[in-house]
C-alpha cells in the first residue's frame, strides 16, 4: 500500500514545546492561593502506629490542613487501573494505623510555603509498635511469618498461585536427551521517570474536584479517586497534558493523589504535592524482584521436549499489579520458543519492602531472561550454535502465544536470521570461530580485555487483552475550515502517541498531517481511555481513529457527493482533495465540500469509533557485543544490533527512539541497576540518582536498530503492532549470554556487578583475574 | 526576609524578590513563571535544571538565588536564535528525535548549547563526555548525541558562510 503520511517520521506534535520549554506539565501548573504538601514517612516497615499527634504541626502558622489516618475515608481500595480486572489488588488505604513498608505515608500536611509544610511535617509525632518485618519472599513464606495484609488468599500470598499446564511435562522429560535446571535470582530496578509524582488538587465552589496530574492512566485516577472519596464521576476532573515519563508504573496512585485532594478540601484551597526524588524512589513502584526456578529437556536435535518452571516474585507491601505480573510474566513461558509440555507456576507475595508494580516488560523481563539464558547454555551442551537453536524452536505462524492465540508470520525467526547477517554470526563469536586476527592480536598484547557477542529474543503483545478487557475509543470532528480534530483519551508518555493517532487519521482520511489536531489530557472533554500501557497505544487507539476516520470520512463524502454530482461510493479523498476515482479533473478540496452551504454556519461531521483489540505480538532478537576486563571486572556493552518484527511502522524514529530507550534500561537494569533494601531493617539504601545507577551517555554503546515490517497484524492500524516493551526484555538476556562467551562464567541473575565478575572468574582460575587479585 | 536579587534572565534585566535560602531553580520555576527548567531531582544529579549563567552550564537547583546577583542567566525559554526561529539545536532535538518524554530535553539543550560554545567542533565522546551530568530515561542518549552533531555541522556551515 502506498502511504502518504504513515511509515513518516514527521515533526512530533509534542516536540516543539518540549525543545522551548513551554511544554505544561503537572508541576508547571499553579493557581492562586496555591498550598504545599508534603507526606510525613514512616521509619520502620513494619508497625502499628500506637498513637499519632498533629497538634504541635496545626498550631504552626501557616499550616491549613493536616492528615492521619484518624482524619481521612477508611476506605480499602485498589491502587491501580483496570479495577474490575483480576491484575491488580484491593488492599491498600489511603492512610492505615499499620505501615507495611519503610518510607510509608503516615500523615500529611498543606501549609503556605514548602518550607513550612516540611517544619509542620517533622512536627507530627508517631509512636509506633513495631512488628516484625519480613524482608525476603522466604521469611513472608514461613508458615509462623506474620500476615502482612488481612486480604488476599493468606499465607502473605498476593494470589493463589498461578498454574499453568498443558501436554505432560514428566513424559516430555522422559523423552530428553538433555535435562537442565537452573535458579534464576532478580534484582529489583526501578523506573526512575525523569519528573517526579506531582498532583495539583482544587475543588470549586459546587464539590467538583480537578486534579492535575502526571499519569498514564487519567481514567483511572479519576475512577479511583471518586470511588474512595464518594463522588459521581462528572464530579472528578484529570488534567494530563505533557508528563515527564512512567513506563508503567504511573499506572499506580501513590497516596499522594488522595492526600492532595483531601488537604485541599480541608484547607478549601488549591493545594500542590511534589514528591522529591528521594520520594518518588520510595514510595514509587519496582519491577517485580524475585526467583525463576527453569528446567528444560531437550533432544539431541535441539528440540524441547519439556518446560516447567516456578516463579516467584517479591510484590513489596502492597499488591499493586502483582497478581497480573506474575499471571503474563508465568504464561510468557509457554512459547517464545515451542514446547508441548509445559507446567508453570508462579507465585507472588508480600513483603515488607517498598511496592513492585507494573514496569516495561510487566513480568516477562524476568522470565525471559531465564529462559534465553538456559536456552545458550543448552545451544553449548547440545554443541548446537545458540541463534540456530533459538531458529529451530522459534515460535511461527499457527503456534500459540502465551495468550492462547495464534500467532501471525514468522516474526521471531525474520528477526534472528536478519540479526545473524547484519553481525556476521556465528563468525564473530568467540566460542564459534577463531577470534579475528585483530582481535587475537590485541588480546596477545591485552589478554586483560575479553570479548564475547550473544543474542536474546523476545515476543511481546500488544495490549493486555484477554488479561484485561481492552477498548480503545475516539472522537474525530471535521472543522469548517477542513482541518481535522482528533480528541482521544490516549496519554502521551512521550512516545510520540498523539503524533502517530494524528498520522493515521491523515492517511486514512487522504488529509494533510498538518491539518489534524490532536486533543488529549482532559477526563471532561476526551472519550474514555483504559491508560497508556501494555504497548498498546498505537496499536488499540491507533486502531480506534481509524475506525472513527472512515466513520466521518464517509459523512464527508456523502457530502461532496452532492457537489460532484457524483455517487458517494465512486469518490476518493487524496491529498486533501475529493474526486471521482479516476476523472481525476472532477475534484473538489475538503474544504470546500465541508464549507458552510445554504446559509448554514457549519455542517456537524463527528465520526466517533470503539475497537476492541484482538491479540497480536511483535518480536524481537537482540545481539550484543561485550568487552568483559578481567582486572576490573568491568562488563561494557561495545555495540547492540536490535532487530524487531513489529508490523507496519507508523514513525521510524519514534519506534527507533523506543527502542534504543527500552536497551537502555535493560543495560542498566543487567549491569548497574538494583534498588538496595537494607536486609537489618527493610530502609531503601540508594534512594537517589548518585547511588542508583542509571546509564548515562557515556555508558551507552552504539545501538544498530534494525525494523522489520515481515509480519504486520490484521488487528492494528494499518498492519501496525506494539514496540513500546520488546525492547526492555531481549537485551538482558543477550548481555549475559555475550558475557558467557567473552569469559566462560555463565552468569543467572541480574545486575551483574563487577565484584561478581571477578570473583566469578576467581573461582574458574581465570588467570588474569586471580594474578591480579593475588597481587 | 526576601532580598532583592538584580539579575539579567534571557536578555532582560530583571529584579528577584526572593529568600536567601531559595535555589536559583524555584525562583526561576516559581517567582519568574519560567517553568521550562526542570526539578528532576533538586540535588544536583539529573542536570535537568541546567541553565546558563554567565555562559556556563549550572545545575540551578545547587546555586542559591542570592548568588546570582549581577548574573546573566539563560534558561531555555532565552536559547531561540530569534522570536520566530528555533535554535538549531531546538530544531535537531526534534527532527532526530533526542526529545521523549521532554522533562530533560530543556537541560540537555542547554549544556549542549554551552558544549558547542566551547567546543564547536566536538567528537563523539566529547558530546557524550558533555552531557553526562544529564540524565535522559527515554532515548538511550543515541538520538541526542546525533542531534547534536547535526547541530555543529551546521553551525560550522554557517560560520563558514558568514567568514569574511
Known amino acids: ?775 | 526576609m526576601k532580598h532583592s536579587v538584580p539579575v539579567t534572565i534571557n536578555g532582560e534585566a530583571q529584579e528577584l524578590s526572593v529568600e536567601p535560602y531559595r535555589s536559583l531553580l524555584d525562583a526561576l520555576r516559581n517567582e519568574m513563571g519560567l517553568t521550562g527548567t526542570k526539578k528532576g531531582c533538586d540535588v544536583g544529579d539529573c542536570g535537568a535544571c541546567t541553565v546558563l549563567m554567565n555562559g556556563k552550564p549550572v545545575n540551578s537547583c545547587l546555586v542559591l538565588a542570592v548568588e546570582a546577583k549581577d548574573a546573566d542567566i539563560v534558561t531555555i525559554e532565552g536559547i531561540q536564535s530569534a522570536p520566530d526561529r528555533l535554535h538549531p539545536l531546538q530544531e535537531n532535538m526534534m527532527k532526530y528525535g533526542g526529545s521523549q518524554c521532554g522533562f530533560c530535553t530543556p537541560g540537555i539543550i542547554v549544556m549542549a548549547k554551552a558544549l558547542l560554545d566551547e567546543h564547536p567542533d566536538p567528537t563523539e565522546e566529547e558530546i557524550r563526555f558533555g552531557i553526562a551530568g544529564n540524565i535522559c530515561r527515554c532515548t538511550g542518549y543515541t538520538k541526542i548525541v546525533e542531534a547534536i552533531q547535526a547541530t555543529a555541522r551546521e553551525l560550522a556551515v554557517s560560520r563558514k558562510d558568514l567568514a569574511p
Not at chain 1, 571 to 586: C, D, Q, R, T, Y
Not at chain 1, 650 to 655: D, G, L, S, T
Not at chain 1, 673 to 696: A, H
Open chain 1, 1 to 775: 500500500m502506498n502511504m502518504a503520511v504513515v511509515g513518516k517520521s514527521v515533526k512530533r506534535l509534542d516536540t516543539v514545546g518540549k525543545v522551548t520549554g513551554t511544554a505544561i506539565y503537572a508541576g508547571d501548573v499553579s493557581l492562586p492561593g496555591m498550598l504545599h504538601a508534603k507526606i510525613k514517612r514512616s521509619t520502620l516497615a513494619h508497625a502499628t502506629i500506637k498513637r499519632i499527634d498533629a497538634g504541635k504541626a496545626l498550631k504552626l502558622p501557616g499550616v491549613k490542613a493536616v492528615l492521619t489516618h484518624e482524619n481521612v475515608p477508611r476506605v480499602l481500595h485498589y491502587g491501580s487501573p483496570h479495577p474490575r480486572s483480576a491484575s491488580v489488588t484491593r488492599d491498600q488505604y489511603i492512610l492505615d494505623s499499620k505501615v507495611r513498608y519503610w518510607g510509608e505515608g503516615v500523615a500529611a500536611v498543606a501549609a503556605t510555603s514548602e518550607e513550612i509544610a516540611e517544619e509542620a511535617r517533622d512536627l507530627i509525632e508517631v509512636e509506633y509498635e513495631a512488628l516484625p518485618a519480613l524482608l525476603t519472599v522466604e521469611e513472608a513464606l514461613r508458615p509462623s511469618a506474620p500476615l502482612i495484609h488481612d486480604t488476599g488468599p493468606g499465607g502473605n500470598l498476593v494470589l493463589e498461585p498461578v498454574i499453568v499446564s498443558r501436554g505432560d511435562v514428566s513424559r516430555g522429560f522422559a523423552e530428553a536427551d538433555l535435562i537442565i535446571e537452573g535458579d534464576f535470582k532478580l534484582g529489583r530496578p526501578v523506573p526512575a521517570y525523569m519528573e517526579p509524582n506531582v498532583c495539583l488538587c482544587q475543588w470549586d465552589g459546587i464539590g467538583k474536584l480537578t486534579v492535575w496530574i502526571s499519569t498514564q492512566t487519567p481514567f483511572m485516577v479519576r475512577g479511583i479517586l471518586a470511588e474512595v472519596l464518594g463522588l459521581p464521576l462528572h464530579n472528578v476532573r484529570v488534567l494530563v497534558n505533557h508528563m515527564g515519563g512512567g513506563f508503567g508504573a504511573k499506572q499506580d496512585l501513590f497516596q499522594n493523589e488522595f492526600l492532595c485532594a483531601l488537604l485541599a478540601k480541608q484547607a478549601k484551597r488549591p493545594v500542590r504535592m511534589e514528591l522529591s526524588r528521594k520520594e518518588t524512589f520510595l514510595s514509587g513502584r519496582s519491577r517485580h524482584s524475585g526467583r525463576v526456578w527453569l528446567k528444560q529437556g531437550f533432544k539431541k536435535d535441539g528440540t524441547i521436549t519439556a518446560r516447567q518452571a516456578r516463579v516467584t516474585f517479591d510484590s513489596g507491601a502492597y499488591g499493586s499489579h502483582g497478581p497480573g505480573v506474575t499471571a503474563v510474566g508465568t504464561a510468557a513461558l509457554t512459547s517464545l520458543y515451542r514446547c508441548e509440555n509445559v507446567h508453570l507456576e508462579g507465585r507472588c507475595v508480600y513483603t515488607n519492602t517498598p511496592i513492585a508494580g507494573a514496569f516495561r516488560g510487566y513480568g516477562v523481563v524476568q522470565t525471559y531472561y531465564a529462559l534465553d539464558i538456559q536456552m545458550d547454555e543448552a545451544a553449548e551442551r547440545l554443541c548446537i550454535d545458540p541463534a540456530q537453536l533459538k531458529l529451530r524452536n522459534a515460535v511461527r505462524e499457527g503456534d500459540l502465544a502465551p495468550s492462547g492465540h495464534p500467532i501471525t508470520g514468522h516474526g521471531l525467526e525474520d528477526c534472528i536470521r536478519r540479526g545473524m547477517d547484519e553481525v556476521g554470526w556465528p563468525q564473530c563469536r568467540r566460542q564459534a570461530a577463531a577470534p579475528a586476527a585483530a582481535q587475537a592480536q590485541q588480546e596477545n598484547i591485552d589478554r586483560r580485555l575479553r570479548y564475547g557477542w550473544g543474542i536474546g529474543c523476545e515476543m511481546h503483545g500488544s495490549s493486555a487483552y484477554p488479561g484485561i478487557k481492552e477498548q480503545g475509543n475516539a472522537i474525530i470532528k471535521m472543522n469548517e475550515d477542513g482541518t481535522v480534530t482528533l480528541l482521544t483519551g490516549a496519554t502521551g508518555l512521550g512516545t510520540g502517541t498523539h503524533t502517530a493517532l494524528a498520522q493515521i487519521v491523515a492517511e486514512e482520511m487522504g488529509v494533510k498531517f498538518e491539518d489534524v489536531a490532536v486533543v488529549h489530557g482532559d477526563t471532561d472533554v476526551v472519550p474514555w481511555d483504559i491508560g497508556a500501557f501494555a504497548s498498546h497505544t498505537t496499536f488499540m487507539v491507533g486502531r480506534a481513529a481509524q475506525m472513527a476516520a472512515v466513520e466521518v470520512k464517509k459523512q464527508l463524502l456523502e457530502r461532496a457527493a452532492e457537489r460532484l454530482e457524483a455517487a458517494a461510493d465512486d469518490l476518493e479523498i487524496a491529498g486533501g482533495m475529493i474526486s471521482v476515482k479516476g476523472v481525476p479533473n472532477m475534484a473538489i478540496g475538503v474544504r470546500e465540500a465541508i464549507a458552510p452551504r445554504l446559509g448554514m454556519p457549519a455542517a456537524h461531521l463527528v465520526g466517533t469509533a470503539t475497537y476492541h483489540p484482538t491479540k497480536s505480538y511483535s518480536f524481537a532478537a537482540h545481539f550484543v557485543q561485550v568487552k568483559v576486563d578481567t582486572q576490573t571486572g568491568q562488563i561494557e556493552v561495545v555495540q547492540v544490533v536490535p532487530v524487531h518484527e513489529i508490523g507496519r511502522v507508523i514513525h521510524p524514529v519514534a519506534a527507533a527512539g523506543q527502542i534504543e530507550g527500552g536497551i537502555q534500561q535493560g543495560i542498566g537494569h543487567t549491569l548497574t541497576e538494583d534498588y538496595v533494601i537494607d536486609p537489618t531493617d527493610g530502609r531503601p539504601l540508594n534512594s537517589s540518582f548518585v547511588d542508583y545507577k542509571v546509564p548515562l551517555s557515556l555508558d551507552m554503546p552504539p545501538i544498530r536498530t534494525l525494523i522489520l515490517e515481515t509480519a504486520p497484524s490484521a488487528g492494528g492500524p494499518f498492519g501496525a503492532k506494539g514496540v513500546a516493551e520488546d525492547p526492555i526484555i531481549a537485551i538482558g538476556p543477550a548481555i549475559t549470554n555475550a558475557v558467557y562467551d567473552a569469559i566462560g562464567v555463565r552468569f543467572r541473575h541480574y545486575p551483574i556487578t563487577p565484584e561478581q565478575v571477578l570473583i566469578a572468574l576467581r573461582d574458574c582460575g581465570q588467570s588474569a583475574a586471580r594474578d591480579d587479585l593475588a597481587a
